[in-house]
């Protein structure tokens, strides 16, 4: 099979870079922390003028006809630069239930608003009881004048406090766990009934926790067919782990090359500390790690497209189990290596190891999927 990559994205992949390159370096990036959104609106234009906003999109709905190497592509390079803009929660998420649940005319009206940049999505999902089960939803939906009222409480929606529209799920119907009965709505975030509370993560990204009481929809507010939108989470929630993946392998390239170079410059007893065979070998494991993931994140990335459900859903826990396994060999190297620096606020290589933390925790940690991966049978059936 031909891995490389073609002469688009390469030209992307460069140009990716280049941006990114432009736009951050730690100083910048710790400035940008500090502001009030949590991440740059110039460099979000930025973005928008590229063309990555809309990169995922169907060009008949406003976008660039991109796949899922192209994001991958993208997601690698976000990891590399710890960009902190909110690519993840409004292309990724919001619009992936966009691009697999709504109709061609909700497509048509809400996706360029993504596109140019003017709307912030946000996907309001996860709750405190749920863990990573994506079907525990208690925030409920009623019938009411042909709309909805909903009510509830989310948790972790990331990127909710600056969002200009939440996409909620809700219960319409069944148990607690059940995968029926299951809706998705879009609610403009600054709607009666909807209350915020913003926080900073491990990781230095935003999130939040939002309050839905007797918030009224219209039923044109539903994406997909209401009590049926399990399936769309679930797809949205697999090409995530996809997206999380890449950006990890984009995290942890750099965390091994700023070892690396540390090892060469850093002395001790007269020598670099990088000619003692034990940090050599050290150094050596986190490669092989490093290696680990990226054909694992590979291999999601060509996933994300397969139709069948169940083997996607192996694919991206098998994903999500290498990816964690590999960036806690690459973060603690990375740490112990660098010595107490590598602890500090003040050098990089801490926060990339915060942000494989976040990654690791996100829709499930690796303890998680391999139990999953575990109960399914593993990759390859018996």
Same mark, same amino acid.
């Given at each position: ?75 690698? =390079?976000? !990891?590399? &630069?710890? @960009?902190?803009? +909110?690519?993840? #929660?409004? *292309? ?129 507010? =539903?994406? !997909?067919? &209401?009590? @049926?939108?399990? +399936?769309?989470? #679930?797809? *949205? ?146």
């Amino acid at each position: 099979m031909d891995f490389d990559l073609s002469d688009e994205q390469r030209l992307l992949r460069d140009s990716v870079e280049r941006l990114l390159g432009d736009t951050y370096d730690f100083e910048t990036r710790q400035r940008v922390l500090r502001e009030p959104d949590g991440f740059s609106r110039t460099a979000w234009r930025a973005y928008a003028e590229l063309g990555l906003l809309g990169l995922p999109f169907a060009e008949e709905d406003g976008g660039f006809g991109g796949g899922a190497v192209e994001t991958m592509i993208v997601a690698e =390079a976000f !990891g590399r &630069a710890l @960009a902190l803009e +909110p690519f993840f #929660a409004t *292309v990724v998420l919001g619009g992936g239930v966009l691009r697999h649940g709504a109709d061609g005319e909700m497509r048509a009206a809400l996706i360029p608003q993504i596109t140019s940049g003017e709307w912030l999505l946000a996907l309001a999902h996860s709750e405190r009881q749920a863990r990573y089960d994506l079907a525990d939803v208690e925030t409920r939906a009623r019938k009411d004048d042909g709309g909805f009222i909903i009510d509830g409480e989310k948790s972790l929606v990331l990127h909710g406090d600056v969002a200009d529209r939440l996409i909620v799920s809700v219960r319409l119907s069944g148990g607690p766990r059940d995968e029926r009965g299951l809706a998705l709505f879009l609610v403009d975030a600054n709607a009666a009934g909807v209350s915020r509370r913003g926080y900073r993560t491990v990781d230095g990204l935003r999130a939040a926790e939002v309050t839905f009481s007797n918030v009224r929809v219209g039923a044109d507010a =539903a994406i !997909g067919e &209401a009590g @049926a939108a399990f +399936p769309i989470i #679930a797809r *949205v929630a697999d090409e995530a782990i996809a997206f999380l993946a890449a950006e990890a392998v984009g995290a942890m390239s750099a965390m091994h090359e700023l070892t690396v170079d540390y090892l060469k410059t850093r002395k001790q007893f007269g020598v670099p500390i990088g000619s003692f065979q034990a940090l050599q070998h050290r150094a050596a494991d986190m490669l092989i790690a490093l290696e680990q993931a990226r054909s694992m994140a590979m291999f999601a990335t060509m996933m994300t497209d397969e139709p069948d459900a169940r083997e996607r859903r192996k694919a991206m826990a098998a994903a999500k189990v290498q990816i964690g396994r590999s960036g806690r060999i690459v973060g603690q190297g990375a740490v112990q290596l660098h010595g107490g620096i590598g602890m500090t606020m003040e050098y990089k290589v801490g926060h990339y190891f915060k942000r494989m933390t976040a990654i690791d925790a996100l829709f499930g940690d690796a303890d998680h999927h391999l139990g999953l991966l575990a109960a399914s049978g593993g990759l390859d059936a018996a």
